[in-house]
């Protein structure tokens, strides 16, 4: 992924704004350290700091066609980019070796109905300059991955800012908003369009198919193989926990049965990345001796993987804070808590060598994860809730995983969050979800990889692999991240913050922050560092707090610890 930023329709001087404009892409080059690009064409201004993980050789952006009247600057990756160059109508002549050109040429063909067509993370930005007033199409991939926000200015409404980041926009723009998922931003009538439309995205509407075991299993598998895309070294993030060291346990067969055979040019899958570096490395981060650096040793000794174990102490936690919350642009407590330590051990995967991971995002949303699911009145509330986590994705765990690794230019791709994945997954009935004090939240995605459970329906072909995973690991019970890493962060935090806000501060936080009041000294001290870093009043419309659901009467600390069912035991 890389850090994009664009003006389009610019009210004064394009050129005399090249620089300005340049200084706000370089808040952006920790996401694309590896070069940056600027294209002003008219009265607009087109940038990119890039992460080469893809056609590093030829794939310099902003990207443009032969006579430079469509100009592109994309953070993402195009999975289904060999297919899609198959399926353009005219010949086209490629510029570089990147997935994301495809874009460009598909766009020239069918307009606004590329977005629609792409299997990716991305968000992106195109200038079409072919006719006598530019247009400006953007757009954000399905589920929020990638980040991206629009800004605009009171005085100016007809100029449009694009950035990765809100750290682009806030000293500029007076008026900034995310970037809705799923949607298309347009010029020609200034609004955004809805492109992503699957049938499960209504969550009133409740799903009736039972679950089939191997096609979810099979769906997950696919969308772990299409994502080990990569020219450059790669591993995954390994917490000991059932959605990571599910992920990982895929990644290494995948790597291994693609190593074995030859590659073909006519191959849907770019696999390009486990042939150059077959061996999966695998990386851990926590306090000594924390639940997750002691689950991830024994999985990574399971698969085999060249593992990675990082430590940080407590005060090197609450030191790298501050940073965080610039980086993550957020005052949530929930995110704030898990983003601290993958901050951390992302800058030491990125002292490896390593650019890319895969990760565990997405499964507690999909399949109701989280141990608070265990209060869902019935199986429809179940569903409803966990089709409101997936579609809010882009305000928490999303922003986490991609904000947290980009600080330091590591790419985070979340497999869970395939749209074929999240095609079978979110139209299983809820009934096959849910989960009770006899049933292990997400019971089915550990059964469909369980060689023990008769209707998984293996193959004698998988089966001759042997089982996925160690079973105490396939049915370890949910950790939050930041409760995994070590339960005394999470408490330390909360100490950390009594020390630094008064009584009388939070009796008058009300007064203080009106708007969002904080509810604790831990998110009162947050809500503090946010808005030292981001004082402009449009910096806040963004910010979304993740809270379980108290109305089910669990606990209102999002720590999965503070539900009563973590100390529950399962059969």
Not at 112 to 121: A, Y
């Amino acid at each position: 992924m890389c850090g994009i930023f664009g003006v389009y329709n610019y009210y004064g001087d394009s050129h005399a704004f090249r620089q300005r404009a340049l200084d706000l892409s370089k808040r952006l080059r920790h996401r694309g350290p590896d070069w940056s690009g600027c294209v002003v064409a008219d009265n607009n201004i087109v940038c990119h700091e890039r992460l080469a993980i893809v056609g590093i050789d030829t794939g310099a952006q902003p990207l443009t066609n032969e006579d430079e009247s469509i100009i592109l600057t994309v953070n993402g990756e195009i999975y289904n980019h060999r297919a899609l160059e198959r399926e353009l109508k005219n010949p086209s002549k490629f510029m570089t070796h990147s997935d994301c050109e495809v874009i460009l040429h598909l766009y020239k063909e069918i307009g606004s109905e590329v977005c629609g067509k792409l299997d990716g993370m991305f968000s992106w930005a195109l200038l079409d300059r072919r006719a006598e007033k530019s247009r400006l199409l953007a757009a954000r991939d399905p589920i929020g991955i990638t980040t991206l926000y629009i800004g605009r200015i009171a005085a100016h409404p007809e100029t449009v800012f694009i950035a990765s980041e809100l750290k682009a926009l806030n000293d500029e723009c007076d008026q900034i908003e995310e970037f809705p998922p799923g949607h298309y931003f347009d010029s020609t009538d200034g609004q955004f369009h809805r492109y992503f439309k699957p049938d499960w995205w209504d969550p009133e509407r409740i799903p009736t198919a039972p679950v089939d075991y191997p096609r979810l299993r099979q769906s997950l598998v696919a969308a772990v193989r299409k994502r080990l895309m990569a020219e450059v070294p790669y591993g995954v993030l390994l917490s000991g926990g059932l959605d990571s060291s599910l992920i990982s346990s895929i990644a290494v067969r995948e790597a291994a049965r693609i190593s074995a055979v030859a590659q073909s040019d006519t191959e849907d899958v770019d696999s390009r990345g486990t042939r150059y570096f077959p061996r999966i490395h695998s990386f851990s981060v926590g306090l000594p001796g924390a639940p997750d650096l002691i689950a991830a040793r024994k999985v990574a000794q399971f698969l085999k993987t060249a593992h990675h174990e990082f430590t940080y102490t407590i005060q090197e936690g609450l030191d790298a804070v501050a940073d965080v919350i610039y980086h993550l642009e957020t005052y949530d407590v929930t995110t704030i808590r898990a983003s601290t330590p993958m901050y951390l051990m992302s800058r030491k995967i990125k002292a490896t060598g390593v650019k890319m991971v895969l990760s565990g995002e997405g499964a507690d949303e999909v399949f109701g994860g989280y141990l608070y699911f265990h209060y869902a009145p019935t199986a429809s509330e179940f569903h409803k809730e966990a089709v409101k986590r997936v579609q809010n994705l882009h305000t928490s765990d999303c922003l986490r995983a991609n904000k947290s690794t980009m600080a330091w230019g590591l790419e985070a791709r979340v497999p869970f969050l395939d749209k074929e994945f999240l095609q079978v997954a979110m139209n299983v009935r809820p009934e096959d979800k849910v989960c009770s004090k006899d049933i292990m939240e997400k019971a089915i995605i550990r059964r469909a990889f369980d060689v023990d459970f008769a209707d998984a329906g293996f193959t004698p072909e998988e089966l001759d692999q042997g089982p996925y995973l160690p079973r105490d690991v396939l049915w370890r019970q949910k950790e939050q991240f930041s409760d995994g890493v070590g339960y005394s962060w999470i408490d330390s935090l909360k100490e950390w913050a009594a020390g630094r806000v008064s009584d009388d501060q939070m009796a008058s936080a009300s007064q203080r922050f009106p708007h969002d009041t904080p509810e604790t000294k831990e998110a009162y001290l947050y809500r503090q560092i946010f808005e030292q870093r981001f004082p402009q009043p449009a910096c806040l419309q963004s910010v979304v707090r993740w809270i379980p659901r108290t109305d089910w009467g669990c606990s209102a600390d999002p720590s999965g610890r503070a539900q009563k069912i973590h100390e529950q035991s399962y059969e």
